[in-house]
T-cell receptor, first 113, second 114 residues
Framework: QKEVEQNSGPLSVPEGAIASLNCTYS??????FFWYRQYSGKSPELIMF????GDKEDGRFTAQLNKASQYVSLLIRDSQPSDSATYLC?????????????FGKGTLLTVNP | DGGITQSPKYLFRKEGQNVTLSCEQN?????MYWYRQDPGQGLRLIYY???????QKGDIAEGYSVSREKKESFPLTVTSAQKNPTAFYLC?????????????FGDGTRLSIL
């Protein structure tokens, strides 16, 4: 069973701080990794994806991937109250030709004004 | 605008009744997916389809059925065999070529038992 693990939180940070969200995965052959944001009662929306080791930056968001450690993280700089949401990590399974993703259960982030 | 449309937004099922959730996309994506989300459970894959007229069971397919007669449409039927259907149902689609292939989601359907 391919697994994706996230701390459920809640993770609470003050406004303006850096929020760090972490994710580990069990399938060593996984190639693509995704971060989604889900506001309460809404559907997930894609924030970023990464498939090469290292960092990928997009505005206030930075995704970090370490395939050797099977670890992917999302950093949110200058956190805003509007960033308060559940963040889902998703991993594209290796093998075959399917395009399935395995999702973690999500980390609830609260940014306090 | 390109996107994924799910309907209805809210749905109520009576005991013994089958109900069908609609999912339509105009993103020209080949692959489509149905997920179920329960509180604290994350997203669980029900069925997926990578091409018209073909679909595969996901992790929790029992009590559900799908069809894929058109590229744009992937309806999900929740049958009376699904004894605990109350959940948030999410439809997604993705491309099947190129790097990444992220999945994009519709707004979801909330299903409850009357």
């Amino acid at each position: 069973q391919k697994e994706v693990e996230q701390n459920s939180g809640p993770l609470s940070v003050p406004e303006g701080a850096i929020a760090s969200l972490n994710c580990t995965y069990s399938d060593r052959g996984s190639q693509s990794f995704f971060w989604y944001r889900q506001y309460s009662g809404k559907s997930p929306e894609l924030i970023m994806f990464i498939y090469s080791n290292g960092d990928k930056e997009d505005g206030r968001f930075t995704a970090q991937l370490n395939k050797a450690s099977q670890y992917v993280s999302l950093l949110i700089r200058d956190s805003q109250p509007s960033d308060s949401a559940t963040y889902l990590c998703a991993v594209k399974n290796s093998g075959g030709s399917n395009y399935k993703l395995t999702f973690g259960k999500g980390t609830l982030l609260t940014v306090n004004p | 605008d390109g996107g994924i449309t799910q309907s209805p937004k809210y749905l109520f099922r009576k005991e013994g009744q089958n109900v069908t959730l609609s999912c339509e996309q105009n993103l020209n994506h080949d692959a489509m997916y149905w997920y179920r989300q329960d509180p604290g459970q994350g997203l669980r894959l029900i069925y997926y389809s990578q091409i018209v007229n073909d679909f595969q069971k996901g992790d929790i397919a029992e009590g559900y059925s799908v069809s894929r007669e058109k590229k744009e449409s992937f309806p999900l039927t929740v049958t009376s065999a699904q004894k605990n259907p109350t959940a948030f149902y999410l439809c997604a689609s993705s491309a099947t070529s190129g790097t990444g292939q992220p999945q994009h989601f519709g707004d979801g359907t909330r299903l409850s038992i009357l």
